[in-house]
């Protein structure tokens, strides 16, 4: 079953608190998401959202270096992606005094499944192809094995992804914090099924400009060969914080 990050805190001083906003469910069929194939190759046969649950279905083929997002300077697959905003529906500003973007997904094992990799994080243009334009910084999972358990970790730009393997991966957290967009760290955290945790996959991010954007790619590695009808599933959640670094009227 599916299990939705239980993280409840609250952050406090002076006399005052601030409850964290909740989780939102990544649904990209609900309306919020656009869709963008710029390869024209559609790989996937559907993408279909149940209770918060997405499964991928997958086309046939044999996977092309632009299929792939990790190690790649190219990537023209399948992405959805929407503007970065707060809960309250106010978009994120690269002038803000600091942001926080975390994410998390659960990756049950199915033997057999699609050996696909997908990411989710942030970015500054979501429709382009070339890696550092996209200026992707995400959290990364991949079922790439036949017995189905995931490679978990983060990946960024164009450079390889950081990943993590444990036979009992099943959970990845991901966060990447900013300050004024101009510096900041985006990590990818492998967590097991029994609670325990792997190492941070970190790498600092390049700095950003214009727009900002929550994107979810799809893709698949370079030479993989992926059966018509093999699919992945998953459960995905995320939530956008306001995170000032250091006192007011003592920060960048």
Not at 49 to 54: K, P
Request: glycine share 14%; charged share 15%; net charge neutral.
């Amino acid at each position: 079953m599916a299990r939705a990050p239980s993280i409840t805190a609250t952050t406090s001083g002076g006399g005052g608190g601030a409850t964290l906003p909740a989780w939102e469910s990544v649904d990209v069929t609900d309306g919020s998401w656009t869709a963008a194939d710029p390869g024209g190759n559609s790989r996937t046969s559907s993408v279909a959202v149940s209770s918060g649950t997405t499964t991928v279905t997958w086309a046939g083929f044999t996977a092309g270096s632009s299929d792939a997002f990790g190690g790649s300077s190219t990537y023209d697959g399948l992405r959805y992606y929407q503007a970065l905003t707060y809960a309250d529906g106010t978009a994120v500003q690269l002038s803000d005094a600091g942001w926080t973007v975390e994410t998390w997904v659960d990756i049950p094992t199915v033997a057999g499944c699609a050996r696909a990799q997908y990411a989710l994080g942030i970015s500054s243009d979501p429709t382009a192809t070339a890696a550092n334009a996209i200026n992707l910084a995400a959290m990364y999972w991949s079922p790439d094995r036949t017995d189905g358990v995931p490679l978990l970790g983060s990946v960024r730009t164009n450079a390889s992804p950081l990943t993590e393997f444990n036979a009992q991966n099943r959970y990845c957290y991901g966060r990447f914090g900013h300050i004024k967009g101009k510096v900041g760290q985006a990590f990818g955290w492998p967590i097991r099924a029994d609670g325990s945790g792997g190492g941070f996959k970190q790498r600092s991010t390049t700095s950003y400009s214009g727009n900002l954007f929550l994107q979810l790619n799809m893709g698949v590695a370079n030479g993989r060969t992926i059966s018509a009808g093999a699919s992945n599933v998953w459960t995905a959640y995320y939530r956008v914080i306001r995170t000032p670094i250091g006192p007011e009227g003592n920060r960048p």
